[in-house]
């Protein structure tokens, strides 16, 4: 059940990003497009299950000095080996995502994953921890992406869905949605929605006002 929770929580209960906010800079800056959003998905995946494996296998072996210098270089090399094939076998979407495979690195999610769980459980519910927030993860930028990218081009994956005014259709082309702003309304809206149902998701408030004592009337 444990190890279920692991895979299935980060989904909605505990997503990386409507609820820790956390990859929230490749979530503006690149789902503008499905494609580019969906490649990011998966290569934010592989790096989060290769990396809390690869902690959680030498866990027991990293002495507190040296502990994030280790994290940070396991996650260094998995980035770099993605970015690398990308180059390689996908040019076209290297030259899309730019330098947002290689900030992968500096992505809070994957070093909050290694810190939080890859640091203090075996390797099959690091595993499954990596999956699980990596699908939360896709699944925020794969929802904010088809409501950019087929309202403001009226295109998924590069196909037109919506005949454009200027070909004698009825969509008229809305560039206020491919811009990095929208995601960041898209996103907001999200969480307002997820809160609203996931009450106790709702953040208390940080100051409460005092009581006044019965009977003392306020200055």
């Not at 997503?15 to 800079?25: A, E, R, S």
């Amino acid at each position: 059940m444990a190890l279920n929770r692991s895979l299935t929580a980060p989904l909605i209960d505990k997503n990386p990003i409507t609820l820790h906010v956390l990859g929230i800079c490749s979530a503006l800056a690149i789902t503008n497009s499905l494609m580019s959003s969906l490649v990011m998905s998966v290569a934010l995946t592989i790096v989060l299950i290769f990396s809390n494996m690869a902690i959680s296998l030498v866990r027991h072996h990293l002495p507190s000095s040296v502990r994030l210098i280790v994290q940070i270089t396991i996650i260094a090399s998995a980035v770099t080996v993605i970015d690398q094939f990308l180059k390689a076998y996908m040019p076209d979407a290297a030259r899309t995502l730019s330098v947002y495979v290689a900030l992968i690195v500096t992505n809070c999610i994957v070093l909050g994953r290694a810190e939080a769980c890859a640091m203090s459980n075996d390797v099959k519910t690091s595993i499954l921890d990596a999956l699980g927030n990596g699908f939360g993860y896709s699944l925020v930028l794969i929802v904010v992406a088809t409501i950019r990218e087929l309202l403001g081009a009226g295109t998924l994956l590069g196909y037109q869905l919506f005949e454009l005014a200027q070909n004698g259709g009825w969509f008229q082309e809305n560039q206020l949605f491919l811009l990095a702003p929208s995601a960041f309304f898209i996103i907001g809206f999200l969480i307002w929605l997820i809160r609203t149902f996931k009450t106790e998701q709702n953040e208390q408030p940080d100051f409460r006002p005092m009581a006044l004592p019965t009977g003392e009337k306020r200055p």
